[in-house]
């Protein structure tokens, strides 16, 4: 299998050797540890501040959007929403679960958010900012410095799902001055699906603190006090942390956040280069270095991610909805390779060889 989607990527030999071992009993003194260390690793990769906190939810990336919007936010908030994309809908669709008071930033597809787009929020008595610095489902990396000085003009409290985004883009926590970062497992940290990070930093910590969220599972109180003693309120994904922890020490032996940005990096230019000649378009005006989005010119997106994956063993990710026919996106998360890289250009132009590009 050669997996190039966004979530689940490629696991390291390391990670995976761990999802064939039994699972340990996890309320010791040896799983705290591992914990407190995944917890002083993920603030190091974020580079967030000395006094933040990190928790681990089990449930998927929207388990944790889910549980910021809860506990960060109340009806007292005015909280603007980017949505350029799904996940940014997603967003938008928890601030109405939550009867958050809200108001959407509605973007064209593929475009990036522009001054002139926040312009008319300066001074509005906004007290909120929620956006996913990369819109997965578009390919589009928003600029995450505008944004900051955007909310740190207007006083403005900003979470960041940086899901798709963290270890493949650089990102500093405590320059930005982001409030709280969300990530997943099954992104850049390679690992199964099944845990998603949340960092706060002590502005957050405060809000969830003042909070009284009508959730058992998701208050964030519970599990800021049990991360305390490196523990969570209820089982979690024990496996899935171990793995966590693996690839952490893996990326820290390996020069840190730096040395893993800049590997993705490469691994998207050389793809880029390398599908040049290709009948693609590259459809996002502001890229993350975790995807490439392409525009087929003369086939069905569809088709050429369907024929891959059952006739290369490659696969790569569908669009959903209206783009379903006309974009489908190659990842560069995860244990690949320049060689994997040659692999997929290779079975293009073998599609194209046969006229089905
Ligand atoms: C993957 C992703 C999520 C989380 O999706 P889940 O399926 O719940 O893990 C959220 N936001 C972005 C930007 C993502 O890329």
Known sequence: MLNFTVGPVMASDEVRAIGAEQVPYFRTAEFSAIMKENEQLMKQFAKASDDARTVFITGSGTASMEAVVMNVF???????????GSFGHRFVQLCEIHEIPHT?????MGTPLTAEDLKPYEGQGYTGFLVNLHETSTGVLYDIQM????????????????????????????????????????????????????????????????????????????????????????TPAVGTLLQIHARLKEIERNGGVESENQRMKMLAEDFRNKIKDLPFTIVSQSMSNAVTPLHPQNAS?????????DEYGIWVC???????????RVGHLGNLSPEDNTRLVDALKDMQAKGLL
């Open 147 to 234: 944004i900051s000085d955007f909310c740190h003009r207007n006083h403005i409290f900003l979470a960041v799902d940086s899901i798709s985004s963290f270890l493949a883009d650089p990102f500093n926590m405590k320059e930005l001055g982001v409030n709280v970062m969300i990530t997943g497992s099954q992104k850049a940290l390679a690992c199964p699906p099944g845990i998603s990070v949340i960092i706060l930093d002590t502005e957050a910590i405060k809000r969830v603190e003042a909070n009284k969220v009508k959730s058992m599972y998701f208050d964030l109180k519970d599990a800021l006090k049990n991360g305390e003693r490196g523990q969570t309120p209820f």
């Open 301 to 309: 997106a569809y088709d050429i991610f369907l024929k891959l994956k």
């Open 104 to 108: 959407e930033i509605k973007l064209e």
């Open 318 to 328: 569908p669009n959903g909805g209206d783009m379903a026919e006309k974009v489908f």
């Open 74 to 84: 109340t009806p007292a908030d005015k909280v603007l929403v980017v949505n350029g």
